[in-house]
């Protein structure tokens, strides 16, 4: 079951669109998915809007950071939101739903009526390239060298986003996130979203 507690603070954030003072924020936790192969081969994840009442989250996409992997899978039968009115739904805009070690390097979810205090949980699975099914997330999404880390990005229903580079982070059982630091938002910029992908 997941459990949203505090563990780090994102302070690899940048804010999109919106003034600070109404900045979106989201919780996300990543624990170990337990669907074959070793610890992390698949990633159980669960993202919670933690915006202020009326705004929705209405798109998240990540990368897979070292682009050596792939998206190899999304679980259909992992979705679900955790709270809500039951009107909220999910749609796999990017990404692959068969185990046949071949995806893209990024997945995008669109959003309807998730509100603030509504969490959607989902499982990955990341595979290598060359076909190694036995991918580590936490070597991969980070601590993976000279590669890319991951980006999550997260867009909201008042034309706000946060656009999120995972740091190095200590190797673990589970992780949960806040993005970005409560702490931090006075720091943070206002961009306008330029997005690029690797499609394969």
Request: charged letters at 15%; one cysteine or more; glycine letters at 14%.
């Amino acid at each position: 079951m997941f459990r949203f507690r505090s563990f780090a603070r994102a302070t690899g954030a940048i804010l999109l669109g919106a003034g600070v003072a109404n900045a979106a924020t989201v919780s996300l936790t990543l624990q170990n998915g337990n669907g074959g192969g070793g610890e992390f081969n698949t990633t159980a994840f669960a993202v919670q809007n933690d915006a202020g009442p009326g705004i929705l989250l209405t798109q998240m996409t990540f990368t897979v950071g070292d682009t050596q992997y792939l998206f190899d899978q999304l679980y259909l039968g992992e979705e679900q939101f955790l709270g809500g009115d039951g009107t909220q739904l999910a749609s796999l805009l990017v990404g692959d739903r068969t185990d046949d070690n071949a995806g893209p390097d990024l997945f995008t979810y669109g959003f309807s009526n998730f509100g603030s205090g509504v969490a959607f949980r989902g499982q990955w699975d990341i595979d290598n390239d060359n076909g190694d099914f036995n991918a580590d997330m936490r070597n991969v999404f980070f601590n993976n060298g000279a590669a890319p880390n991951a980006v999550a990005t997260f867009l909201f229903s008042d034309g706000s986003g946060i656009v999120y580079e995972f740091p190095d982070l200590p190797v673990q059982s589970s992780y949960t996130l806040v993005i970005p630091e409560p702490g931090s938002l006075a720091g943070l910029a206002v961009v306008a979203l330029a997005a690029c992908s690797r499609r394969r």
